[in-house]
């Protein structure tokens, strides 16, 4: 019978359980669709009005949610950090209190401090929509990386999938282990110890010191974007030796199961964490998620949009 | 759903159609579609999701058992809704599969019952997006009046007479019915 949505905001796969997050996979489909028609565009969210605040550099992101506001008829406007008032030095709630003066239905927010969304959504009537948050979570990329999983394994209940790579700075990482544990799926995770976080294993998850152990009988193998950072402040020799014995490459990649599908989130660093035979090779599936992205991404705007302001 | 169960305060008033009933009329629907258009025309039949779907794919059989050998596709409206974010729940978005394009094409729009015409506003918008067909007619298998909107169908199944409380349900086996009726239904607490 007819589900529903209960949630006005997205701040979290945390705040999620499982059937929500079915939800969101099965109306992506039906979005997806949309994107392959001759006229891209749907009228459903006619004369609602999507803010797309984006306080941290994205463009990918940033891009997706605004072609998905769009081919749902939205007004979309973007505004970021360079040029907006927060480097006239107006605070975070002053901004929040002048955006709720234009009435937005939704408001999409990428911020460098873990937190904003939920700030956010006590202080505007509009739905928030969490697009980063620090080192705290990216839901949307969580949703995406799941609906292009299960386009290729069908179910998540015993999968295996392993998350490789600086997987504390990670907020995808973050928001993949919270939506794919709740779907069923196992995860193992691999990278140097001073880019695990500490307790990993509370949540359910199984730590390897070496990439290989991670990636043998895996049904998903998933690299992470190494920050340039990491190696200025110490956390890691240097992208060579991270890449000698982190870095997914051809013979790595056979140890996984035939046939595993390879992840990456996006934007890649090219023979770092992956090497471009990989990336660019037949179990790559890294494009798919960009245009799973889209379609995530109108579903959740067309849920939100619609949804009342009083709970 | 079952015509006994899950109608929410409402009490069957009469079988409008039962199985021969649903069959004999749409046997009929397709000869008057045979009659009216030309052996050569390109025909593409859409059926509204879900009880129009299933209408229009059982139409498509029987114009192929009579050698007419049409397109089917399917169209799910509730992104084209002028209600969508009226009341909760939110509808649930099915599926739209139609031809790459529908360019010149005759569209047989199939819906089970015609009442409002707001749904039919709606799939007219969505077609037009994918296309400019040649012409679009609407066949229907119960037209049951009360129009909110200058729509009127090209082939009628049946027309039968309602007031604004009674509610018209097309049970069909493909949507997991015992067997195929067309019940009229009575709101319960009528004022």
Same mark, same amino acid.
């Given at each position: ?311 | ?16 159609l039962?199985v021969v009933g649903i069959e004999n009329t749409l046997e009929s629907l397709t000869r008057e579609l ?20 299933h209408l229009a794919s059982r139409i498509a059989s029987l114009l192929?058992k ?41 569209? +047989?729009?199939v %819906?089970d @019952?015609?009442?409002?015409?707001? =749904?039919? $506003? ?17 066949a229907v298998l ?8 200058? +729509?009127?169908? %090209?082939f @009628?199944g049946v027309?039968?007479? =309602?007031? $604004? ?7 069909l ?7 195929d009726?067309v ?9």
């Amino acid at each position: 019978m007819t589900r529903t949505f209960k949630h006005r905001h997205l701040l979290g796969i945390e705040e999620l359980e499982a059937e929500d997050i079915f939800l969101l996979l099965d109306l992506s489909e039906r979005f997806l669709e949309i994107s392959e028609r001759p006229l891209k565009k749907v009228p459903t969210l006619r004369g609602k009005t999507v803010i797309n605040l984006f306080m941290e550099s994205s463009t990918r992101t940033r891009g997706s949610f605004e072609i998905a506001g769009k081919r749902l008829s939205a007004d979309v406007i973007n505004q970021s950090s360079s040029g907006s008032s927060s480097s006239k030095g107006e605070t975070l709630l002053d901004m929040a209190k002048n955006l709720g003066a234009m009435n937005p239905d939704v408001v999409v927010v990428r911020h460098r401090a873990a937190g904003t969304a939920h700030f956010l959504s006590r202080h505007l009537d509009a739905s928030i929509v969490n697009a980063g948050d620090g080192m705290h979570e990216h839901p949307t990329q969580a949703l995406l990386d799941c609906a292009t999983i299960r386009r290729h394994k069908k179910q998540f209940e015993g999968l295996e999938v392993a998350i490789l790579g600086d997987v504390s700075h990670s907020r995808v990482a973050r928001s993949d282990i919270l939506a794919l544990t709740k779907l069923g799926a196992r995860i193992r995770v691999a990278g140097p110890r001073t880019l695990l976080p500490i307790g990993l294993e509370s949540l359910g998850v199984e730590v390897f010191d070496r990439i290989e152990s991670a990636i043998e009988g895996a049904d998903v193998v998933m690299a992470l974007r190494l920050q340039e950072e990491r190696q200025r402040s110490g956390l890691i020799p240097g992208n060579r030796e991270f890449s000698r014995f982190f870095g997914v490459d051809n013979s790595r990649l056979a140890l996984a199961k035939p046939d595993a599908i390879v992840m990456h989130p996006g934007p890649m660093n090219r023979g770092v964490e992956i090497s471009p035979e990989v990336a660019d090779g037949p179990r790559s599936v890294i494009l798919e998620q960009v245009t799973y992205g889209v379609a995530v991404r109108m579903a959740i705007l067309y849920l939100m949009a619609g949804s009342e302001s009083t709970e | 759903m079952t015509p006994s169960e899950g109608n929410g305060g409402l009490v069957e008033r009469k079988v409008v159609l039962d199985v021969v009933g649903i069959e004999n009329t749409l046997e009929s629907l397709t000869r008057e579609l045979i009659e009216a258009h030309p052996p050569d025309t390109d025909i593409l039949v859409v059926g509204i999701h879900t009880g129009g779907a299933h209408l229009a794919s059982r139409i498509a059989s029987l114009l192929a058992k009579n050698g007419v050998s049409v397109e089917l596709g399917m169209i799910d409206i509730t992104l084209y809704r002028d209600d969508v974010f009226i009341g909760l729940p939110r509808p649930e978005v099915g599926p739209t599969q139609l031809p790459s394009s529908i360019a010149g094409k005759t569209i +047989i729009l199939v %819906d089970d @019952v015609l009442f409002t015409g707001r =749904t039919v $506003r709606s799939a007219l918008d969505e077609l037009i997006d994918y296309g400019r067909p040649h012409c679009v007619q609407l066949a229907v298998l119960v037209d049951r009046g009360h129009r909110e909107l200058p +729509i009127q169908a %090209d082939f @009628v199944g049946v027309s039968i007479e =309602t007031t $604004r409380q009674h509610s018209v349900r097309v049970y069909l086996t493909e949507s997991g019915s015992p067997e195929d009726r067309v019940i009229l239904y009575e709101s319960e607490n009528r004022s």
